[in-house]
């Protein structure tokens, strides 16, 4: 967590733990190396399917606890979906739910001691915030067809303003994937290297009680970001769906 420095000093490098490393030794990372990031998102697949596949397979009367939260996790997401995209948006639950599910498991992971968070790393978020991206607004002209070029013509508006304002909202529209993947992946890293920072302070005698309370502290308010962050990631998703779905102002 923290080192002495020549001079006598502490250093302490809170960005250490975003570092990429390959599994099997080695420096290199090439496209095909497995690292601990791969291995952090493989855990997570892993323990999402745990939950919602094993975990609810027996359908019981008087639910088992694993059971209890794969439906609350479930009816959340439905109840979300339905509420701002509309019942037309329901038959896109499934990748939305997958979306919520990994999100949350990777924010929460990525607090157990030595974990990889995988969601600190833009290279992560941006791909989820891409995919989004690319899929509703496939759908939104496969389902509309020109209709939804709608979504940039505000009709409300006077008519000298709407090319101006149809500008403002093509530059919006295509700075969502940025805006989307940048929330999740900086307040992530944010948070953790926060932590790492009042962890270092632990070894320091003077300050040790005091960084341990904020430790503390941060710690619980990072678990509430995990929780915050993934339904942020998901509510926007319903909100650009419902935007593809339904493209007139």
Same mark, same amino acid.
């Given at each position: 967590?923290?080192?002495?420095?020549?001079?006598?000093?502490?250093?302490?490098?809170?960005?250490?733990?975003?570092?990429?490393?390959?599994?099997?030794?080695?420096?290199?990372?090439?496209?095909?190396?497995?690292?601990?990031?791969?291995?952090?998102?493989?855990?997570?697949?892993?323990?999402?399917?745990?939950?919602?596949?094993?975990?609810?397979?027996?359908?019981?009367? /008087?639910?088992?606890? +694993?059971?209890?939260? $794969?439906?609350? !996790?479930?009816?959340? @997401?439905?109840?979300?979906?339905?509420? %701002? *995209?509309?019942?037309?948006?329901?038959?896109?639950?499934?990748?939305?739910?997958?979306?919520?599910?990994?999100?949350?498991?990777?924010?929460?992971?990525?607090?157990?001691?030595?974990?990889?968070?995988?969601?600190?790393?833009?290279?992560?978020?941006?791909?989820?915030?891409?995919?989004?991206?690319?899929?509703?607004?496939?759908?939104?002209?496969?389902?509309?067809?020109?209709?939804?070029?709608?979504?940039?013509?505000?009709?409300?508006?006077?008519?000298?303003?709407?090319?101006?304002?149809?500008?403002?909202?093509?530059?919006?529209?295509?700075?969502?994937?940025?805006?989307?993947? /940048?929330?999740?992946? +900086?307040?992530?890293? $944010?948070?953790? !290297?926060?932590?790492? @920072?009042?962890?270092?302070?632990?070894? %320091? *005698?003077?300050?040790?009680?005091?960084?341990?309370?904020?430790?503390?502290?941060?710690?619980?308010?990072?678990?509430?970001?995990?929780?915050?962050?993934?339904?942020?990631?998901?509510?926007?998703?319903?909100?650009?769906?419902?935007?593809?779905?339904?493209?007139?102002?």
């Amino acid at each position: 967590m923290a080192e002495e420095a020549h001079g006598g000093g502490i250093q302490i490098h809170p960005m250490d733990q975003f570092v990429v490393k390959p599994l099997f030794g080695g420096d290199t990372v090439h496209w095909y190396t497995p690292t601990n990031v791969t291995l952090w998102m493989a855990i997570t697949v892993l323990v999402i399917t745990l939950l919602l596949v094993v975990g609810s397979r027996g359908r019981a009367i /008087i639910p088992t606890r +694993g059971q209890s939260l $794969a439906e609350l !996790a479930y009816g959340f @997401v439905y109840k979300m979906v339905e509420d %701002v *995209a509309g019942r037309d948006g329901l038959k896109y639950f499934p990748y939305i739910l997958t979306l919520f599910m990994f999100i949350v498991f990777s924010n929460l992971l990525g607090l157990l001691p030595m974990a990889f968070t995988t969601t600190s790393h833009i290279a992560v978020t941006a791909v989820l915030a891409l995919a989004v991206f690319v899929t509703v607004t496939a759908i939104g002209f496969i389902k509309n067809g020109p209709k939804f070029l709608e979504l940039f013509w505000v009709k409300s508006a006077p008519l000298p303003l709407r090319p101006v304002l149809a500008v403002i909202e093509i530059i919006s529209y295509f700075v969502r994937p940025v805006s989307h993947s /940048i929330r999740l992946g +900086g307040n992530m890293m $944010a948070g953790h !290297a926060v932590m790492k @920072v009042f962890a270092g302070f632990a070894g %320091v *005698a003077v300050v040790a009680p005091f960084s341990i309370l904020a430790l503390v502290a941060m710690y619980g308010l990072e678990l509430l970001v995990a929780v915050v962050q993934a339904y942020v990631f998901t509510i926007l998703t319903c909100v650009y769906l419902r935007d593809a779905l339904h493209p007139s102002h």
